[in-house]
């Protein structure tokens, strides 16, 4: 553990210090309120943001005895991390203040779970994956259950604590196989010795021992029908939460998922494909079919979180191996548009919320464009962003993950997530539907904060400039998955 | 050949969508004379530039007509270089110029009509939004950026359709045009991306989908351009309400009258048979997706006519009547004649807009009353409205020398020489149209008044702002056909001679895809768009082109006579008839006007038949409102809400479905290996 | 020298039934603290075959992986139960059938 | 005698994990689970884990389960949560459970091979360590944090809520 080797985590280490630093402040200099510790959270966010991608442009270095790898793909993910931390501490300061207890805790695990998430990302041992995973997973299951007067809050921290624990048995037993049966759990001794092993490749135990990794990651990004826990958890954790949650918990488990399916190019990607393309269709088309059935924003959003997990699957398939992949491209530009309109969104809930009891019925947004136009424009641009319509940043996420899956001749597959996609915009659309053409009833949500408008207006309007000048982002993409494939 | 870059073209887009920014972010809080003069001034701002744009381009060589403005490269990374682009070739100078002007019009007359609106501001922020969406869709010279206006339109579109909210049926309209829009744009999606498959690092780092790079290396598209042909085509049938996803746009109506005008006649609708044209040389590889195009637009123009006659609310009229000439203008491009589509675009631009405006101010004048048999008697009360109505008329029914004529003549002609049987739908077509269009003029203006006894009194022409709109237009509807005014009456049919560059591609393309023994015929076609070229060819066409005109005015005065017969002279007829023809046909038409027994028996029962049963029924009433846009949405929520109850928030029914999941991957791997 | 009569596969199976007792405790019962418990010896067999593994690759990576496993359930288990005691506060049973707050 | 004892250790193991998923009520439930652990603890040991087989005993069978029990007894069982029996949904599950064990024993079952013979070294506390602290040193931290967090959260959660503001809100 050299400093060299040190500084290339210097993400991380922010945010662990600023973890610690929140935590010692609350203990030692109590306040009432809590937003000085936001705004501490927030500058060691920062300060992590402006650490991270500094000379990993065209290195790939292995840290820690080949523990985790410092490259643009890490750092990647490093940046989406702490805008999606920077986010999600600026609308929950908004929610801390509502609430009649302070909870400082809330920050301090953001920074932590945040750190875990940029430790998944950079990963490359399946030690290092299971330990950052729980890192991250466990710092989410009390965020979720954060809300200690509210028992919906507590159910669901106990339902995803209980399930992520059964899931990561099976992630677990995964890892133990693929151990056995490789002696290694190092991704590049890994990707070698899967590259020129015909015995191998012929192994169930270690075939199995994939399949139930899936499981573990598909778990974590709501793969159907891993997915139970997602419409629940959404819907009883607070908003910022699950927007936290919906983003960043996501994007981890497809940045380690994209890791290994790389390690294990090509061989994996044969033997997996018909099985996750099967996975894929059932996860976009269940996810879109009973979000058209849903009334309420957050389960809503939660739905469509297991879609858009079926349409990044799609995109992970496409995923050839070749330098330059335009999948993994995609996936990357995809994971970022997606964290900022799913915290947008449920940033809106934030925003009309109140201190006894959520509001995310989709009835009470009814007519929200008379009284608050911004906030409504900026959640019907998360909407269409999340609709795929141009020139939001989702619309060439998904132009881009769909071109790749139709470059790589899987055009059947192409057409399914485009209807799905197609099906999708119905209930996007029935948002803005409530927002602008929809006479306000008697409970009709008003909202006050100008930090949370501030909030989703940030996450909106990077939406646009992302849609507008994607190529700042796209070439960042571009760069973590070149870091890919010179690694392996 | 270099372009020549002229940066203000990117004004001609940023002028409209700033005024939209405006109007929308200083929320209801401007004088109504501030918000119109900063939504119709910018509108004009775009119609000068398009002018600048127009007369630069006419001062340069026939082939380096070509204007353009690369804003920014919007996407620069890998094989798929995409800019923000925009460019002006003689169809886009054609079509900002129609566009941007018509508009401006409508704006005039939306100045009057929504009057004392309580959304005044936020109707002129969407009006805006939507020029400037239209606007880069005809600029923009690559297909991603017309895919951004092409959806910024649909949206517009929707926004405007629902503007009065406060009606639900409204925004269900809405909710139907953006639902089929959406149906059509997965296909449009999916075309490009095949695009992208097959061009992507074959181009060498250009722009691929920039409209000059697909049209140079059209050899690398002809294996697959029948698959895109289509997908694409799948779209604009959605944008321009073609079979089968035609349906939206009647309910579309419900929006106020000027948004009708402006979208749903002169210019959104027409996004479709713009795109195809601009793609003109991608069809012409293809004569498969060519029949269908021809086809589909053949068969749309007489079901729709076909519907149209039958139809009490004037808006509705109106509504099938576009349908229906749509329909003739992808029959054009269906045929080859793209220029004659783009023709009739313009000329269509003209009068449909004008009868639409002049609708509106029927309906202004009745208060609301859109029913055609709570009118009549008109005339004298409404003057401007109605001559100027009258002109659209005779326009729409191609009478000479108004601008439908020419360019209905020119679509005909052209199909004549493809298809004989798609001619004959063609001309049928134009036979009905002069007759429905009559009758909407009969039941409005002339005869009786029927209006409501309250009302009968008030009713008077509409203010200045209203009218001046449309006496501009009606000026147009008489000459706007003049500039391409056919060899055969000796002219020289300048608006070809104008377009000719840019079908040039296609010309000779087709020429090769129609192989030998068709390539005589192909390039006769060829020399009779190019016009100025081949002398013998134009005057060998010629006759036959001036027999076909003679007969299609004919059919137009023989509609018009008989028409104006039956709704003016022999309502005593056309009301036994309807008795004679029993309840069905009563609860088919549902109202109290028929038509003469001949009619009756030679048009209208198959044409009901056609429409009703097969078409309105079957695909609309059936399939399209019951499986694709309420089914794919209702029987996907019942099947929703059924799949939610899987969600019952038993965690240990969650573990079970969970391990279920494991179960079958496990299996899956003990099969498989 | 290998052993004949107890090779890796024994560790295996025995490993297997231990985990589908594990999955069978957590699918069939309603006692939120049993289970948890059933999680915790779903963990503990996988340790096995972690270890049965190790031992037949003559490597330690799998130790150190059992040793971390520990950790995360230790610390799995503090914050479920903490989060239980609360929700046991609220609801007065420890039933998962009836922590149905959040459903469809 | 090595397969003497596996299948022992083994045998009971099954049976004690049996035995723990049937009982009715929490508190016997841990006990039979310590058990299990205790011949889980035997099996590391046969591994030549012993360090392993010793840290499971202290910290799984000892310390942890020691937790679950003190939350049991905390919150006053047995509150009558019973096995549900004689319904549809068991059944299924049964089968989906024996499939599971079917799969995963057919699966595991491929893998017909003894041990090699290892130096005596092999799982004492100095390779042990030594793999733990000079590999796995970064992650060892991580684990640091990992605890930390789950403190933090734990605390968190089971702490009376320090009613600041005296909105009297607090639940009990």
Same mark, same amino acid.
């Given at each position: 553990?050299?400093?060299?080797?040190?500084?290339?985590?210097?993400?991380?280490?922010? #945010?662990?210090?600023?973890?610690?630093?929140?935590?010692?402040?609350?203990?030692?200099?109590?306040?009432?309120?809590?937003?000085?510790?936001?705004?501490?959270?927030?500058?060691?966010?920062?300060?992590?943001?402006?650490?991270?991608?500094?000379?990993?442009?065209?290195?790939?270095?292995?840290?820690?005895?080949?523990?985790?790898?410092?490259?643009?793909?890490?750092?990647?993910?490093?940046?989406?991390?702490?805008?999606?931390?920077?986010?999600?501490?600026?609308?929950?300061?908004?929610?801390?203040?509502?609430?009649?207890?302070?909870?400082?805790?809330?920050?301090?695990?953001?920074?932590?779970?945040?750190?875990?998430?940029?430790?998944? *990302?950079?990963?490359?041992?399946?030690?290092?994956?299971?330990?950052?995973?729980?890192?991250?997973?466990?710092?989410?299951?009390?965020?979720?259950?954060?809300?200690?007067?509210?028992?919906?809050?507590?159910?669901?921290?106990?339902?995803?604590?209980?399930?992520?624990?059964?899931?990561?048995?099976?992630?677990?037993?995964?890892?133990?196989?693929?151990?056995?049966?490789?002696?290694?759990?190092?991704?590049?001794?890994?990707?070698?010795?899967?590259?020129?092993?015909?015995?191998?490749?012929?192994?169930?135990?270690? !075939?199995?021992?994939?399949?139930?990794?899936?499981?573990?990651?598909?778990?974590?990004?709501?793969?159907?029908?891993?997915?139970?826990?997602?419409?629940?958890?959404?819907?009883?954790?607070?908003?910022?939460?699950?927007?936290?949650?919906?983003?960043?918990?996501?994007?981890?488990?497809?940045?380690?998922?994209?890791?290994?399916?790389?390690?294990?190019?090509?061989? #994996?990607?044969?033997?997996?494909?018909?099985?996750?393309?099967?996975?894929?269709?059932?996860?976009?088309?269940?996810?879109?079919?009973?979000?058209?059935?849903?009334?309420?924003?957050?389960?809503?959003?939660?739905?469509?979180?297991?879609? =858009?997990?079926?349409?990044?699957?799609?995109?992970?398939?496409?995923?050839?191996?070749?330098?330059?992949?335009?999948?993994?491209?995609?996936?990357?530009?995809?994971?970022?548009?997606?964290?900022?309109?799913?915290?947008?969104?449920?940033?809106?809930?934030?925003?009309?919320?109140?201190?006894?009891?959520?509001?995310?019925?989709?009835?009470?947004?009814?007519?929200?464009?008379?009284?608050?136009?911004?906030?409504?424009?900026?959640?019907?641009?998360?909407?269409?962003?999340?609709?795929?319509?141009?020139?939001?940043?989702?619309?060439?996420?998904?132009?881009?993950?769909?071109?790749?899956?139709?470059?790589?001749?899987?055009?059947?597959?192409?057409?399914?997530?485009?209807?799905?996609?197609?099906?999708?915009?119905?209930?996007?659309?029935?948002?803005?539907?409530?927002?602008?053409?929809?006479?306000?009833?008697?409970?009709?949500?008003?909202?006050?904060?100008?930090?949370?408008?501030?909030?989703?207006?940030?996450?909106?309007?990077?939406?646009?400039?992302?849609?507008?000048?994607?190529?700042?982002?796209?070439?960042?993409?571009?760069?973590?998955?070149?870091?890919?494939?010179?690694?392996? | 050949? =270099?372009?020549?870059?002229?940066?203000?073209?990117?004004?001609?887009?940023?002028?409209?969508?700033?005024?939209?920014?405006?109007?929308?972010?200083?929320?209801?809080?401007?004088?109504?004379?501030?918000?119109?003069?900063?939504?119709?001034?910018?509108?004009?701002?775009?119609?000068?530039?398009?002018?600048?744009?127009?007369?630069?381009?006419?001062?340069?060589?026939?082939?380096?007509?070509?204007?353009?403005?690369?804003?920014?490269?919007?996407?620069?990374?890998?094989?798929?270089?995409?800019?923000?682009?925009?460019?002006?070739?003689?169809?886009?100078?054609?079509?900002?110029?129609?566009?941007?002007?018509?508009?401006?019009?409508?704006?005039?007359?939306?100045?009057?009509?929504?009057?004392?609106?309580?959304?005044?501001?936020?109707?002129?922020?969407?009006?805006?939004?939507?020029?400037?969406?239209?606007?880069?869709?005809?600029?923009?010279?690559?297909?991603?950026?017309?895919?951004?206006?092409?959806?910024?339109?649909?949206?517009?579109?929707?926004?405007?359709?629902?503007? !009065?909210?406060?009606?639900?049926?409204?925004?269900?309209a809405g909710k139907k045009a953006f639902l089929v829009n959406r149906i059509g744009d997965f296909g449009f999606l999916l075309g490009m991306l095949l695009i992208a498959r097959t061009l992507a690092g074959k181009v060498g780092g250009e722009n691929l989908f920039s409209f000059a790079v697909m049209a140079q290396h059209t050899s690398l598209l002809a294996p697959v351009a029948t698959a895109i042909g289509l997908l694409l085509f799948m779209g604009a049938t959605g944008k321009s309400a073609q079979i089968p996803l035609f349906v939206w746009l009647p309910d579309a109506m419900a929006g106020p009258t000027p948004v009708s005008a402006l979208i749903h006649a002169a210019t959104m609708v027409t996004a479709g048979v713009y795109m195809v044209a601009r793609m003109n040389f991608l069809y012409v590889l293809t004569p498969t997706a060519m029949a269908v195009v021809a086809v589909i637009g053949a068969l749309t123009a007489l079901v729709a006519a076909t519907i149209a006659v039958t139809q009490d609310d004037i808006k509705k009229v109106l509504a099938y009547s576009t349908v229906s000439q749509l329909g003739y203008m992808f029959l054009a491009c269906g045929v080859g004649a793209f220029g004659a589509g783009i023709f009739h675009v313009m000329t269509h631009a003209f009068f449909k807009a004008l009868l639409f405006m002049g609708a509106g101010s029927v309906i202004h004048a009745l208060h609301h009353?859109?029913?055609?048999?709570?009118?009549?008697?008109?005339?004298?009360?409404?003057?401007?409205?109605?001559?100027?109505?009258?002109?659209?008329?005779?326009?729409?029914?191609?009478?000479?020398?108004?601008?439908?004529?020419?360019?209905?003549?020119?679509?005909?002609?052209?199909?004549?020489?493809?298809?004989?049987?798609?001619?004959?739908?063609?001309?049928?077509?134009?036979?009905?149209?002069?007759?429905?269009?009559?009758?909407?003029?009969?039941?409005?203006?002339?005869?009786?008044?029927?209006?409501?006894?309250?009302?009968?009194?008030?009713?008077?022409?509409?203010?200045?702002?209203?009218?001046?709109?449309?006496?501009?237009?009606?000026?147009?509807?008489?000459?706007?056909? !003049?500039?391409?005014?056919?060899?055969?009456?000796?002219?020289?049919?300048?608006?070809?001679?104008?377009?000719?560059?840019?079908?040039? =591609?296609?010309?000779?393309?087709?020429?090769?895809?129609?192989?030998?023994?068709?390539?005589? =015929?192909?390039?006769?076609?060829?020399?009779?768009?190019?016009?100025?070229?081949?002398?013998?060819?134009?005057?060998?066409?010629?006759?036959?082109?001036?027999?076909?005109?003679?007969?299609?005015?004919?059919?137009?005065?023989?509609? +018009?006579?008989?028409?104006?017969?039956?709704?003016?002279?022999?309502?005593?007829?056309?009301?036994?008839?309807?008795?004679?023809?029993?309840?069905?046909?009563?609860?088919?038409?549902?109202?109290?006007?028929?038509?003469?027994?001949?009619?009756? *028996?030679?048009?209208?029962?198959?044409?009901?038949?056609?429409?009703?049963?097969?078409?309105?029924?079957?695909?609309?009433?059936?399939?399209?409102?019951?499986?694709?846009?309420?089914?794919?949405?209702?029987?996907?929520?019942?099947?929703?809400?059924?799949?939610?109850?899987?969600?019952?928030?038993?965690?240990? !029914?969650?573990?079970?479905?969970?391990?279920?999941?494991?179960?079958?991957?496990?299996?899956?791997?003990?099969?498989?290996? | 020298?290998?052993?004949?009569?107890?090779? %890796?596969?024994?560790?295996?199976?025995?490993?297997?039934?231990?985990?589908? +007792?594990?999955?069978?405790?957590?699918?069939?019962?309603?006692?939120? +603290?049993?289970?948890?418990?059933?999680?915790?010896?779903?963990?503990?067999?996988?340790?096995?075959?972690?270890?049965?593994?190790?031992?037949?690759?003559?490597?330690?990576?799998?130790?150190?992986?059992?040793?971390?496993?520990?950790?995360?359930?230790?610390?799995?288990?503090?914050?479920?139960?903490?989060?239980?005691?609360?929700?046991?506060?609220?609801?007065?049973?420890?039933?998962?059938?009836?922590?149905?707050?959040?459903?469809? | 005698?090595?397969?003497?004892?596996?299948?022992?250790?083994?045998? %009971?193991?099954?049976?004690?994990?049996?035995?723990?998923?049937?009982?009715?009520?929490?508190?016997?439930?841990?006990?039979?689970?310590?058990?299990?652990?205790?011949?889980?603890?035997?099996?590391?040991?046969?591994?030549?884990?012993?360090?392993?087989?010793?840290?499971? +005993?202290?910290?799984?069978?000892?310390?942890?389960?020691?937790?679950?029990?003190?939350?049991?007894?905390?919150?006053?069982?047995?509150?009558?949560?019973?096995?549900?029996?004689?319904?549809?949904?068991?059944?299924?599950?049964?089968?989906?459970?024996?499939?599971?064990?079917?799969?995963?024993?057919?699966?595991?079952?491929?893998?017909?091979?003894?041990?090699?013979?290892?130096?005596?070294?092999?799982?004492?506390?100095?390779?042990?360590?030594?793999?733990?602290?000079?590999?796995?040193?970064?992650?060892?931290?991580?684990?640091?944090?990992?605890?930390?967090?789950?403190?933090?959260?734990?605390?968190?959660?089971?702490?009376?809520?320090?009613?600041?503001?005296?909105?009297?809100?607090?639940?009990?």
């Amino acid at each position: 553990m050299s400093w060299t080797e040190l500084s290339y985590i210097a993400p991380i280490l922010w #945010l662990v210090a600023g973890g610690v630093v929140v935590l010692l402040l609350e203990a030692f200099v109590p306040r009432r309120d809590s937003d000085h510790l936001s705004i501490v959270s927030a500058v060691f966010l920062v300060l992590a943001g402006l650490s991270a991608n500094t000379g990993l442009v065209r290195t790939s270095q292995s840290l820690f005895h080949g523990v985790l790898r410092a490259d643009a793909f890490g750092s990647f993910f490093a940046l989406i991390f702490v805008i999606i931390g920077l986010l999600t501490v600026s609308l929950g300061a908004v929610y801390l203040r509502r609430q009649s207890t302070p909870m400082p805790e809330f920050y301090v695990l953001v920074l932590f779970a945040t750190a875990g998430m940029m430790l998944l *990302a950079s990963s490359t041992d399946l030690v290092s994956v299971f330990l950052s995973l729980e890192l991250m997973s466990i710092g989410v299951y009390v965020l979720a259950a954060i809300e200690r007067n509210s028992s919906r809050s507590q159910e669901a921290g106990f339902k995803y604590l209980i399930l992520g624990a059964f899931a990561s048995a099976f992630l677990l037993y995964g890892i133990a196989l693929i151990y056995g049966t490789t002696g290694t759990t190092q991704f590049e001794v890994l990707g070698a010795r899967m590259g020129g092993n015909a015995a191998l490749a012929g192994n169930l135990v270690f !075939w199995a021992g994939w399949g139930l990794i899936i499981v573990g990651v598909g778990f974590k990004v709501a793969m159907v029908p891993f997915h139970q826990w997602t419409p629940d958890v959404y819907a009883g954790a607070p908003a910022p939460v699950a927007g936290y949650m919906a983003a960043g918990v996501k994007a981890a488990a497809f940045a380690v998922l994209v890791r290994l399916i790389w390690t294990g190019m090509p061989l #994996l990607m044969d033997k997996a494909a018909p099985l996750l393309m099967g996975f894929a269709i059932v996860t976009m088309t269940f996810g879109n079919i009973v979000a058209l059935a849903q009334s309420n924003l957050k389960r809503m959003l939660a739905y469509s979180a297991i879609a =858009h997990a079926g349409y990044l699957l799609v995109g992970v398939l496409a995923i050839s191996g070749h330098a330059d992949d335009a999948a993994t491209r995609g996936i990357l530009f995809y994971l970022a548009a997606y964290a900022l309109m799913n915290i947008g969104a449920f940033g809106a809930v934030t925003f009309v919320s109140r201190r006894r009891g959520e509001r995310s019925e989709l009835a009470g947004f009814a007519g929200l464009a008379r009284r608050h136009p911004w906030v409504s424009f900026f959640l019907a641009v998360c909407m269409f962003s999340l609709a795929g319509v141009p020139p939001t940043a989702g619309f060439w996420g998904k132009f881009y993950v769909f071109g790749a899956v139709i470059q790589q001749g899987m055009v059947g597959l192409a057409v399914i997530a485009l209807l799905n996609s197609a099906v999708a915009a119905y209930y996007y659309l029935r948002v803005v539907v409530y927002l602008y053409m929809r006479e306000p009833g008697e409970d009709a949500y008003i909202g006050d904060d100008v930090q949370a408008s501030a909030a989703i207006g940030v996450a909106a309007i990077l939406l646009l400039w992302i849609g507008l000048f994607p190529s700042s982002v796209l070439e960042l993409a571009r760069l973590g998955a070149a870091a890919l494939a010179r690694t392996f | 050949m =270099h372009p020549i870059t002229v940066e203000y073209l990117r004004w001609i887009v940023l002028l409209p969508l700033g005024g939209a920014a405006f109007l929308g972010i200083t929320n209801r809080r401007l004088p109504t004379v501030v918000v119109s003069l900063v939504a119709s001034l910018t509108v004009l701002g775009s119609f000068l530039l398009s002018a600048q744009a127009f007369f630069a381009l006419r001062a340069l060589p026939t082939a380096g007509r070509l204007l353009t403005d690369r804003v920014y490269s919007w996407m620069p990374v890998g094989d798929l270089r995409i800019d923000v682009s925009f460019m002006v070739d003689p169809l886009t100078a054609v079509m900002i110029l129609f566009v941007t002007g018509v508009a401006f019009l409508i704006h005039i007359y939306s100045i009057g009509y929504m009057k004392g609106d309580r959304g005044y501001q936020r109707y002129f922020a969407y009006l805006n939004l939507f020029v400037g969406m239209m606007l880069i869709l005809v600029l923009s010279d690559n297909l991603p950026l017309l895919f951004v206006g092409w959806e910024g339109v649909g949206l517009c579109s929707y926004l405007l359709i629902g503007f !009065w909210f406060e009606d639900l049926a409204n925004s269900a309209a809405g909710k139907k045009a953006f639902l089929v829009n959406r149906i059509g744009d997965f296909g449009f999606l999916l075309g490009m991306l095949l695009i992208a498959r097959t061009l992507a690092g074959k181009v060498g780092g250009e722009n691929l989908f920039s409209f000059a790079v697909m049209a140079q290396h059209t050899s690398l598209l002809a294996p697959v351009a029948t698959a895109i042909g289509l997908l694409l085509f799948m779209g604009a049938t959605g944008k321009s309400a073609q079979i089968p996803l035609f349906v939206w746009l009647p309910d579309a109506m419900a929006g106020p009258t000027p948004v009708s005008a402006l979208i749903h006649a002169a210019t959104m609708v027409t996004a479709g048979v713009y795109m195809v044209a601009r793609m003109n040389f991608l069809y012409v590889l293809t004569p498969t997706a060519m029949a269908v195009v021809a086809v589909i637009g053949a068969l749309t123009a007489l079901v729709a006519a076909t519907i149209a006659v039958t139809q009490d609310d004037i808006k509705k009229v109106l509504a099938y009547s576009t349908v229906s000439q749509l329909g003739y203008m992808f029959l054009a491009c269906g045929v080859g004649a793209f220029g004659a589509g783009i023709f009739h675009v313009m000329t269509h631009a003209f009068f449909k807009a004008l009868l639409f405006m002049g609708a509106g101010s029927v309906i202004h004048a009745l208060h609301h009353q859109q029913d055609m048999r709570y009118m009549g008697g008109l005339r004298s009360k409404m003057p401007v409205t109605f001559v100027t109505m009258f002109a659209a008329m005779l326009a729409i029914s191609g009478v000479f020398p108004f601008a439908g004529f020419f360019s209905k003549d020119e679509i005909l002609y052209n199909t004549f020489l493809d298809s004989k049987v798609l001619w004959a739908i063609g001309y049928a077509v134009a036979g009905l149209t002069a007759f429905y269009m009559t009758r909407l003029l009969a039941l409005t203006f002339f005869g009786k008044s029927r209006v409501d006894e309250e009302h009968v009194h008030e009713v008077h022409e509409s203010p200045l702002s209203m009218t001046i709109p449309l006496m501009v237009l009606g000026v147009l509807s008489l000459i706007g056909g !003049w500039i391409g005014w056919p060899h055969f009456l000796g002219g020289s049919n300048r608006f070809e001679t104008w377009l000719a560059p840019v079908f040039r =591609h296609g010309m000779e393309g087709e020429a090769m895809a129609h192989g030998a023994e068709n390539a005589v =015929h192909a390039s006769a076609a060829a020399h009779a768009a190019l016009a100025h070229g081949a002398e013998t060819a134009v005057h060998a066409g010629g006759s036959t082109e001036l027999a076909l005109a003679v007969a299609s005015l004919a059919l137009a005065l023989l509609g +018009i006579a008989v028409g104006f017969v039956v709704y003016l002279r022999r309502l005593d007829v056309a009301e036994a008839a309807r008795r004679a023809a029993g309840g069905r046909l009563y609860w088919l038409l549902k109202g109290k006007y028929f038509v003469d027994e001949i009619y009756e *028996a030679l048009i209208v029962r198959p044409g009901y038949w056609l429409s009703d049963i097969v078409f309105f029924r079957f695909t609309d009433a059936g399939l399209i409102d019951g499986v694709l846009v309420n089914g794919t949405a209702r029987s996907l929520g019942i099947l929703g809400s059924v799949l939610r109850l899987l969600q019952n928030g038993m965690l240990r !029914w969650y573990a079970y479905s969970f391990t279920l999941g494991v179960l079958v991957i496990l299996f899956y791997l003990v099969r498989h290996l | 020298m290998f052993d004949a009569s107890v090779g %890796l596969n024994h560790y295996l199976l025995l490993s297997v039934l231990l985990f589908v +007792i594990g999955v069978a405790g957590v699918i069939f019962r309603r006692n939120a +603290i049993i289970m948890f418990m059933s999680i915790e010896l779903m963990l503990t067999s996988v340790n096995l075959t972690i270890l049965a593994y190790s031992r037949y690759l003559g490597d330690h990576t799998g130790h150190v992986l059992v040793l971390f496993v520990f950790a995360v359930a230790a610390a799995e288990a503090a914050v479920g139960l903490a989060i239980l005691v609360e929700l046991f506060r609220k609801r007065d049973t420890v039933d998962v059938d009836r922590f149905r707050q959040l459903m469809e | 005698m090595e397969a003497l004892f596996f299948y022992l250790f083994g045998g %009971l193991a099954v049976i004690t994990a049996l035995v723990t998923i049937t009982r009715r009520d929490a508190v016997t439930s841990a006990f039979w689970l310590i058990a299990c652990f205790l011949n889980v603890a035997a099996l590391f040991a046969m591994l030549s884990a012993q360090f392993i087989a010793v840290m499971q +005993i202290l910290i799984y069978a000892g310390a942890i389960m020691v937790f679950f029990l003190f939350v049991t007894m905390f919150l006053g069982e047995p509150r009558r949560v019973r096995l549900n029996r004689g319904r549809a949904i068991p059944l299924i599950s049964t089968v989906t459970v024996l499939l599971l064990a079917y799969l995963l024993m057919r699966i595991t079952n491929t893998q017909h091979r003894g041990f090699p013979s290892i130096s005596d070294s092999y799982g004492s506390v100095a390779m042990v360590s030594r793999k733990l602290l000079v590999d796995y040193v970064f992650l060892f931290e991580v684990t640091g944090l990992l605890l930390l967090v789950a403190v933090i959260g734990a605390v968190y959660v089971a702490r009376k809520p320090r009613t600041g503001v005296g909105e009297g809100e607090g639940h009990v």
